[in-house]
């Protein structure tokens, strides 16, 4: 992974920060409060979205046009905004829309820095359990609710019979080889636990869970992330082994040993 400069990583992190700290400002409000709810998905479908998710992605906007005005933007809920330069953020307003509107504190803002089709930066922020994790230069860190910043490292796991396993929902695979290869994992850990969106990828930095599988993402379910758990010195990828940073099928894992043996199954579907 090619990381810009100290300098440049260090005013990119203090972006990333303030945009944290913006999102928290236009989201909270709307927590465990009645709102409205409409749906993006057609044919059945639920993909749900709030005015917390419209009003945090534009507040996120209008800072980074003011903080980098030649940097691009990619949003889940306004799309994409073109800029002169190599870098561009990509952001989930709401990671875990549903846990939102469920009181559920399992969500998260996402906010990533791409450099080309690079992830250079990664930060995942709750604010209602005041949590935030993130990508410094050479390592990742947490920052909890007594205000400390500690670094996190993900765990020793030696073979999927010992793995805690975590993804959002079965029904985010597809019928056929997807739900298969979801299954065959399925079938060989110790644990399993569904509902986690970006908590469980955090939890996976820091050492709580061994592996995650899922498939249907888009970039901003996943580029902010990827940085967070490399430098906490776990593996995220394409079930072939790719980069994961344009989503589809991916799997993170802390341990290499839990990466190596999740893709030999995932390979073949």
Request: proline share 4%; charged share 25%.
């Amino acid at each position: 992974m090619t990381i810009p400069l100290a300098a440049d990583h260090a005013a990119f992190l203090a972006t990333a920060h303030k945009l944290s700290d913006l999102s928290g400002l236009a989201i909270l409000p709307f927590f465990r409060r009645a709102l409205k709810v409409d749906n993006k998905a057609h044919g059945g479908k639920f993909d749900p979205v709030t005015a917390a998710d419209r009003a945090a992605e534009r507040a996120i906007a209008k800072a980074l046009k003011l903080a980098w005005p030649d940097h691009g933007m990619e949003g889940e809920e306004y799309g994409i905004r073109t800029g002169a330069s190599s870098y561009r953020w990509v952001i989930d307003p709401i990671d875990g829309t549903r846990a939102f509107i469920m009181g559920l504190p399992l969500w998260g803002t996402l906010i990533g820095l791409m450099h080309t089709d690079m992830p250079v930066l990664g930060m995942m922020d709750q604010p209602y359990t005041r949590e935030r994790f993130w990508s410094a230069s050479k390592s990742a860190q947490f920052r909890g609710a007594d205000g400390r910043e500690r670094r996190i490292k993900t765990r020793a796991c030696a073979t999927l019979a010992d793995a805690m396993f975590s993804t959002t929902h079965p029904d985010m695979f597809k019928a056929g080889d997807e739900l298969k290869g979801f299954e065959a994992i399925r079938n060989k850990v110790r644990s399993v636990r569904f509902g986690g969106d970006c908590y469980a990828y955090c939890m996976l930095a820091a050492g709580h869970v061994d592996l995650i599988v899922e498939a249907g993402l888009k970039p901003y379910d996943i580029a902010a992330l990827i940085p967070i758990i490399e430098r906490a010195g776990g593996y995220c990828t394409s079930w072939s082994g790719g980069a994961a940073a344009q989503g589809g099928k991916v799997v993170a894992a802390g341990d290499r040993r839990v990466h190596d043996a999740a893709l030999r199954i995932l390979s073949k579907y």
